[in-house]
């Protein structure tokens, strides 16, 4: 396996940011269990693209961040992230051209970003259920807590991230030191 440089390079520094939108964003709202960090998602989605094991690092990265400066329900919401970044960096993998086409990157954008509201409500389901870990952050009931907030508020923020992301890797590609890190389809017209 050759070891290529400038991907183990990159991959540090989205896991560096990753790790650091968490711990220093000044745009954070926290509506228990839910959060919103203004980016948090946008290295992931860089990583995404990129490779499947930049997207692994890099997400776990991101939830190491969150554990270092969230309540535990949000940062473990945070590890779920993992699930999306390697479902969606395999698909572009085996589709490396669908970035190009806006309609299926949308669809895309909002299929991961299904995936990543299930993962996260499922991981606060059992914080609402048990009163002793929820202190009190459920008092709006279920369907605003966990449905509202946490779901369909995860599917938007994913959506505006990976568009946010989307603009960074379009200006990126332009670069040959970054296109040279895709796989070889695909990635000059981003």
Request: proline share 5%.
């Amino acid at each position: 396996m050759r070891l290529n440089i400038q991907k183990v390079c990159v991959s540090a520094l989205l896991v560096a940011i990753g790790l650091m939108i968490p711990l220093f964003s000044p745009i954070r709202i926290l509506l228990d269990p839910a959060s919103f960090t203004l980016a948090s998602h946008v290295p992931i989605f860089i990583a995404m693209i990129i490779s499947p094991g930049t997207a692994a690092a890099v997400a776990l990265g991101s939830a190491l961040g969150f554990f270092l400066s969230f309540p535990i329900v949000v940062a473990m919401r945070a590890a779920t992230h993992l699930i999306f970044a390697l479902i969606g960096a395999f698909y572009l993998q085996k589709v490396p051209d669908l970035l190009q086409h806006p309609l299926q990157t949308r669809l895309f954008s909002l299929v991961i970003g299904l995936i990543h509201a299930a993962a996260e409500v499922a991981v606060v389901i059992p914080f609402y259920f048990n009163n002793n870990l929820s202190a009190g952050f459920y008092d709006k009931g279920f369907l605003i807590s966990v449905v509202l907030l946490v779901g369909v508020g995860s599917v938007i923020h994913s959506m505006v991230d990976f568009e946010i992301a989307l603009v960074i890797v379009k200006v990126l590609s332009k670069q040959r030191s970054f296109s040279a890190l895709r796989p070889a389809q695909g990635h000059q017209h981003l």
